[in-house]
């Protein structure tokens, strides 16, 4: 049975979801389960709890607990990472405040603009480590990555290790989630009250998660692009086959016109629909960051809670301890959902079969228009000979020129943290659609780069 090694184990989703899933598996009993956190509190957390869970669910894992991947890898089958340096949060607001002092408003800062050319920065380092000594210590083992910015990081370990790389996101059932609410009458499904958008506000996160779980059940939806900017190519109806293109269109330009505009937007002006909602939409756009027509306050674009998140990232941890300590009941985790780790694995380890509505790979073809070798998103198939793409052809032309911009983008990004470059992360930024002048991209560059010094000593040699 494989040894499935997890690293940032001690974040407090994955330790509820990712872990639990894993253990509740019947085809992999008898596989070990390494846990990897350089926390050693919080891995002290999940590995209590993942031992709590392997005697009640008479799951028959190995479990074994590490404070740095280096111990865990070798006889690795698979290796699932979700680090992040830290402080999260407190990160994520200085990447959105430095180049606001240079008269940049990031819509967002997460994945795209210069706030995910920072966010990147920072990761593909750690990553790189992990990928580079799992060739010496387990070559054939996949790395399923949840890190993001999603593309990015895949692309490092695919252009710059030789460890095969599936990047997995759950983003693509937001478009469920607009399924189900443009299509609700005519497939009988209940929308609760309340859903404002897509934004990543957890109470609105329970409220969609009830339109998506009823939406997957009615419809398939076949997207395709990069990560986090995705579209839909096709939307038919899973028992009768239809092609319900037609009239989600209709419906979702019938709705108030207030409902996520920026997608309506993009979605009437290019006439596919953009999968991710405007939060992740606005981070690849080059419309959305005007000083003088401040078009988040047009698109009504939510800033990540910062406090909010971090909060609850603590409070989890706390709830993740109390039921390690046998305080509170598991059985809430008996639904968990792995967001495909769980699948892949099975699939692989057990010569299974798995259909995937979302995966981050090297393009090989399965986007005809895009650049060979690039990290693209599609559908996949898993089985015991490994994880094939679904090809889908190639996207309409101007959608794909916004997909290839945001892919050499992303690719400078890479090669800049490999290579310690000021120079391709000074193109990086110029290429970037929020910025507007040379001279600002310098500026944000040095103050990220001086604001992160700790993190990124190769631009410092």
Same mark, same amino acid.
């Given at each position: 049975m494989p040894k499935i090694t997890v690293i940032g184990a001690g974040s407090a989703s994955f330790g509820e979801n990712t872990l639990s899933a894993i253990l509740r598996s019947k085809k992999l009993r008898g596989s070990t389960l390494a846990l990897v956190d350089r926390n050693a509190a919080s891995l002290d957390i999940v590995h209590r709890l993942a031992d709590r869970l392997n005697v009640e669910w008479d799951a028959g894992f190995v479990i074994q607990a590490h404070s740095h991947h280096r111990e865990a890898l070798p006889g690795s089958d698979f290796v699932v990472s979700a680090i992040e340096v830290g402080p999260r949060e407190a990160l994520w607001k200085s990447d959105y405040e430095i180049p606001l002092k240079h008269g940049v408003h990031q819509p967002?800062?997460?994945?795209?603009?210069?706030?995910?050319?920072?966010?990147?920065?920072?990761?593909?380092?750690?990553?790189?480590?992990?990928?580079?000594?799992?060739?010496?210590?387990?070559?054939?083992?996949?790395?399923?990555?949840?890190?993001?910015?999603?593309?990015?990081?895949?692309?490092?370990?695919?252009?710059?290790?030789?460890?095969?790389?599936v990047g997995l996101c759950h983003q693509i059932f937001i478009g469920y989630a607009f399924a189900g609410l443009a299509l609700a009458d005519e497939l009988g499904i209940h929308v609760p009250d309340g859903i404002e958008g897509m934004h990543a506000d957890p109470f609105q996160h329970v409220l969609r998660d009830q339109v998506v779980h009823q939406a997957v059940q009615r419809v398939d939806i076949r997207a395709a692009g990069t990560n986090h900017f995705t579209w839909m190519l096709s939307l038919r109806d899973r028992q009768t086959g239809e092609d319900l293109l037609p009239r989600f269109r209709e419906r979702f330009f019938a709705l108030d016109p207030g409902f996520e505009p920026l997608t309506r937007d993009v979605y009437e002006a290019f006439g596919v629909f953009p999968i991710p909602g405007d939060t992740h939409l606005c981070e690849y756009l080059p419309w959305v960051n005007d000083p003088l027509a401040k078009p988040w306050e047009k698109y009504n674009i939510r800033l990540y809670d910062w406090e909010l998140n971090a909060n609850l990232r603590d409070f989890s941890l706390d709830r993740l301890n109390d039921m390690a300590g046998g305080h509170l009941t598991v059985d809430g985790l008996l639904e968990t959902d792995s967001e495909g780790a769980l699948e892949m694995i099975e699939a692989i380890a057990c010569a299974g079969g798995h259909y995937h509505l979302a995966a981050n790979l090297p393009n090989v073809?399965?986007? &005809?228009? @895009?650049?060979?070798?690039?990290? $693209?998103?599609?559908?996949?198939? %898993? #089985?015991? =000979?490994?994880?094939?793409?679904?090809?889908?052809?190639?996207?309409?032309?101007?959608? &794909?020129? @916004?997909?290839?911009?945001?892919? $050499?983008?992303?690719?400078?990004? %890479? #090669?800049? =943290?490999?290579?310690?470059?000021?120079?391709?992360?000074?193109?990086?930024?110029?290429?970037?659609?929020?910025?507007?002048?040379?001279?600002?991209?310098?500026?944000?560059?040095? #103050?990220?780069?001086?604001?992160?010094?700790?993190?990124?000593?190769q631009f410092w040699r």
């Open positions: 967002y800062a997460e994945n795209g603009g210069p706030g995910g050319f920072a966010h990147a920065l920072r990761n593909v380092g750690p990553v790189l480590e992990i990928a580079r000594e799992m060739e010496q210590a387990c070559p054939q083992a996949w790395f399923i990555n949840f890190t993001n910015p999603m593309t990015r990081i895949c692309d490092a370990v695919n252009r710059h290790t030789r460890i095969k790389a073809g399965q986007i &005809a228009n @895009l650049p060979l070798g690039a990290t $693209v998103e599609t559908p996949v198939f %898993v #089985d015991g =000979a490994g994880i094939h793409p679904v090809h889908v052809g190639a996207l309409p032309e101007p959608v &794909a020129e @916004l997909c290839r911009r945001e892919l $050499v983008v992303g690719q400078l990004c %890479v #090669d800049a =943290a490999v290579k310690g470059s000021r120079e391709k992360a000074l193109q990086c930024l110029l290429l970037d659609p929020m910025i507007r002048d040379i001279q600002t991209a310098r500026l944000i560059l040095d #103050d990220y780069l001086a604001a992160y010094k700790t993190h990124l000593p």
